[in-house]
């Protein structure tokens, strides 16, 4: 079965700072990878998406990704983070085929300090 | 579109008592996810539908959980009967037919077992 790994559980920033939440996944063969965003007290928003092509994938609100095969790897960056970034964000994998559903990582709680 | 509606938004029941959560998909889209959230172990897959059939329930913790999907607009997720550590955000996901199209997520049902 498929894993996430999201590397750290909570961030703390300050506003203009710039952002990068790892995430790692184990699946070895062809998948697609999400970032999904939750605001405090609300559902998951699509952050951004990787299927195919480009592994730089640019998403709402500034950010992007990159995924690199070799490392198992699908980063979320962004250069300089607004008070507003303050959510829980969760990177999520489906492996070709769907057959395991789409899997999360636990998340990481980012809190930017005005 | 209203998109993924859930009912009840919260619930707060005594242990052992049946609860009944609710979802309905966005109109169209065929596959449906419930999702459990705790901070112990984030987001968990519990059951996923794929034109109303039960796909894969692996994720479903014990046998006091149970979901079904009637037809392609509504379905429930019961709990009988409720554990305190049943506690946790229960969300609903639907999305369309291609299975690495982006997952839409209710607002969730925030469940408390006392």
């Known amino acids: 079965a498929q894993s996430v790994s999201q590397h750290n559980h909570h961030v703390i920033l300050s506003e203009a700072a710039s952002l990068e939440l790892g995430c790692n996944y184990s699946?070895?063969?062809?998948?697609?990878l999400f970032w999904y965003v939750q605001y405090p007290g609300q559902h998951l928003q699509l952050l951004l998406k990787?299927?195919?092509?480009?592994?730089l994938v640019k998403g709402i609100k500034g950010f992007e990704a990159e995924f690199i095969k070799s490392k198992f790897s699908f980063n979320l960056r962004k250069p300089s983070v607004q008070w507003s970034d303050t959510a829980e964000y969760f990177c999520?994998?489906?492996?070709?085929?769907?057959?395991?559903?789409?899997?999360f990582g636990k998340g990481t709680h980012l809190i930017i300090q005005p | 579109d209203a998109g993924v509606i859930q009912s009840p938004r919260h619930e707060v029941t005594e242990m052992g008592q049946e609860v009944t959560l609710r979802c309905k998909p966005i109109?169209?889209?065929?596959?449906l996810f419930w999702y459990r959230q705790t901070m112990m172990r984030g987001l968990e897959l519990l059951i996923y539908?794929?034109?109303?059939?039960?796909?894969?329930d692996s994720g479903m913790p014990e046998d006091r959980f149970s979901a079904k999907m009637p037809n392609a607009s509504f379905s429930t997720l019961k709990i009988q009967p409720s554990e305190p550590r049943d506690s946790a955000v229960y969300f609903c996901?639907?999305?369309?037919?291609?299975?690495?199209?982006?997952?839409?997520f209710g607002n969730g049902t925030r469940l408390t077992v006392t």
């Open positions: 996901a639907s999305r369309t037919g291609t299975y690495n199209s982006p997952l839409h």
């Open positions: 699946y070895g063969g062809t998948v697609n």
């Open positions: 990787y299927f195919s092509g480009d592994p």
């Open positions: 999520a994998v489906i492996s070709g085929g769907g057959a395991d559903g789409l899997t």
């Open positions: 109109s169209g889209h065929n596959s």
């Open positions: 539908f794929n034109n109303n059939v039960p796909i894969d």
